[in-house]
C-alpha cells in the first residue's frame, strides 16, 4: 500500500493495486493535458522574475521527489519506470 501526500488537489490518496495506481496515473494526466493550454498562454503575461520563481519551484518540487527516491532505495525501480517511459 502507498500513500501519495503530495498531490495538490487531493488529500492523501491511499492506492493499494496496480489498477488503482494506473487509474490514478491517468487521472493526472488528464488533468495536465486539460490544463496545459492555459499554462502555455498565461506564461505570456508572467513578468520574467516570476518565471524564474516559477521554474526555481519546479526544480525543488522534482528534487524532493529525487530525493525520496533515493531515500527509500527506490532507484532501481525509478530506473525502470524511466526505461519504460522512453
Known sequence: MKVIPFIPECEDVVIDTLSEQQQLRQSVEAVHENIKPALIQNLESRSKDELIQSYCNEMDAKNKAYYFILESGLIN???????NQA
Open 77 to 83: 525501480e525509478f530506473y525502470q519506470f524511466c526505461q
